[in-house]
């Protein structure tokens, strides 16, 4: 009876290997609008599409590279398992609000591959995040201090000191106040036990690469169709626009990027058709760093389907 159950259950893995893949590209299709596709390919010539299609291939790379390093201490995570998640949080953020929806398929995958806790797996992929967020910062910052052709107001990023420190000193006085044996104050102490210089400052490095490397992409395609001012202008503005994006208000941060990058064009004199295209390349490369995905989210259910029938025989 139980070789039965197993046979059957063996069958619809398979079926969930072989279906799932096929619909999802459908829902895909269905889902994206292919003339942004058709529009930026027709734009652009084989080498900078090359290019284009080089980094998508190399942002889950860098960022598999980035994930086993942060994962080192809680467990060993291979190149390819910490790449493979990375390609899944590329095709969740699809169809998840932000990255940080597309992070639950991540999360579940390094619990998988790790046979860690999901706590364990969530704390990783945050400190990921959160350095990932500085690292725009810091590239931001940077933008501040090259001879730019625009005047850039300051009074922002002072805004921005001033509410770091007033928030840094609330979270302080939160903490001093709260017990010991506080939910607030056992997580604080789990973070520091995981968290060191020697592991945040060369995950940090590897996050200002992975910015670096994700968006040149606008960058080339703004040099391809217009020059060297534009994807200078293009350059100096993308981590701005990279940080406004990351914010979980829209779906992947498509259509407030495309919007940003038209606005851009107004701002500083460059032909809009330009600056959309390089938010949509930008775009298209995210999403094709997440079309693997498709399959790797088979090998994800499978697990659980087998964790499961596992549980069953047991029982």
């Known amino acids: 009876m139980r070789s039965m159950l197993s046979e059957k259950e063996d069958g619809n893995r398979t079926a969930v290997v072989l279906i ?46 980035r994930s086993r390093i942060a994962f080192k201490p809680v467990a060993s995570l291979t190149l390819l398992d910490a790449t493979k998640g990375y390609v899944l949080s590329a095709y969740g953020s699809i169809f998840l609000p932000s990255a940080i929806g597309g992070d639950v398929l991540r999360i579940e995958h390094m619990k998988n591959s790790t046979g860690t806790t999901r706590k364990e797996s969530f704390l990783v992929a945050a400190t990921e995040r959160v350095l990932g967020l500085l690292s725009l910062v810091f590239l ?83 040099y391809s169709l217009a020059g060297l001012n534009a994807a200078i202008i293009i350059a100096l503005v ?57 399959f790797i989210q088979s090998e994800l259910l499978s697990h659980e389907n087998y964790k499961e029938t596992n549980s069953k025989n047991k029982i």
């Open 140 to 222: 931001t910052i940077c933008v501040l201090f090259f001879d730019v052709p625009f005047t850039m107001s300051w009074y922002w990023f002072i805004t921005a000191v001033v509410g770091g420190f007033v928030l840094f000193l609330g979270s302080k006085f939160l903490l001093d106040s709260s017990d010991d044996g506080s939910m607030l104050n056992r997580t604080l102490t789990y973070v520091r036990s995981y968290a060191s210089m020697n592991l945040l400052l060369p995950v940090f490095i590897l996050s200002v690469l992975f910015q670096v490397i994700s968006l040149s992409v606008p960058v080339l395609v703004a």
């Open 20 to 65: 799932l893949p096929l619909a999802s590209f459908l829902v895909l299709f269905f889902f994206l609008d292919m003339s942004d596709f058709v529009r930026v390919a027709s734009s652009l010539g084989p080498a900078t599409l090359l290019a284009v299609v080089l980094v998508s291939a190399m942002r889950p790379v860098v960022g598999g590279i």
């Open 238 to 294: 993308t981590p701005a626009i990279a940080l406004f994006s990351a914010l979980p208000i829209s779906i992947g941060g498509i259509g407030l990027r495309e919007a940003s990058y038209v606005g851009t064009g107004a701002l500083f004199n460059i032909d809009e058709s330009v600056c959309l295209l390089s938010g949509l390349a930008l775009s298209m490369s995210i999403i094709l760093s997440g079309v693997p995905g498709v």
